[in-house]
């Protein structure tokens, strides 16, 4: 059973847009959500960080929302560049918390951001 | 600072063989994760070593193992290999215990023919 759902599997995005990622989790020992972007043959590198004592983090162009109570995330970019264009992993973990402090990731959403 | 360095690139078994996959970690990190990446299923986390000591492991069999060593360098056995065991092996290092921020590297490709 998936604990960290991406339904979306890809996204198409025009340039200078906002591209949205959603992502969703089950279990409700997580209280530290990240994102990653991966692109082929290169391995993911971190992006933005949230913890569940927040409900939203910035850096730059990019912005993590956390709703809670909803069990959901979700990632913004804007505007959106063409090298955005990549897989997009949302993970989750539980820190300090034994058997859930490691980092569990969703599927991936693969973003494409059309010039 | 040198990053998650992976030993092989790439490589490929046939069904039955078994493989060593290596990873050396960001200086000064003590964890270090492994995952497997399959087209459709993201990555699924198959361990994490902190210290010598296995920390976590994840839902897979027991012909996935791993080790780590006392310079923190880790290493990943699969033996008998079958053919859904073609991935990308990711090994990820991390300052402390699990759970925080991953550094990866750029992942060994594995195939089983």
């Not at chain 1, 109570?69 to 918390?97: E, M, N, T």
């Not at chain 2, 990446?37 to 699924?44: D, E, I, N, S």
Request: with cysteine; charged share 20%; hydrophobic share 30%.
């Amino acid at each position: 059973d998936q604990q960290v759902k991406q339904n979306s599997p890809s996204l198409s995005v025009q340039e200078g847009r906002i591209s949205i990622l959603n992502c969703d989790y089950t279990n409700s020992m997580f209280d530290y959500f990240l994102w990653y972007k991966k692109y082929p043959a290169e391995g993911p590198t971190f992006l933005i960080s949230i913890s569940s004592i927040k409900d939203k983090n910035e850096d730059g162009r990019f912005t993590v929302f956390l709703n809670k109570s909803a069990k959901h995330l979700s990632l913004h970019i804007v505007p959106s560049q063409p090298g955005d264009s990549a897989v997009y992993f949302c993970a989750a973990s539980g820190i300090g918390k034994t058997s859930y402090d490691k980092v569990i990731f969703g599927p991936g959403t693969s973003l494409s951001v059309i010039p | 600072k040198a990053g998650v360095t992976q030993t092989p690139r790439y490589l490929i078994k046939t069904r039955g063989q078994q493989v060593t996959l290596s990873c050396s970690p960001i200086s000064g990190h003590r964890s270090v994760s492994w995952y497997q990446q399959t087209p459709g299923q993201g990555l699924q986390f198959l361990f994490e070593y902190f210290s010598e000591t296995q920390r976590n492991k994840g839902n897979f069999p027991g012909r996935f193992s791993g080790r780590q060593f006392s310079n923190s360098r880790s290493e990943m056995n699969v033996s008998t290999l079958e053919l859904g065991d073609s991935a990308l092996y990711l090994c990820a290092s991390s300052p402390d215990r699990g759970g925080g921020e991953l550094f990866f590297g750029e992942g060994s490709r594995l195939t089983v023919l």
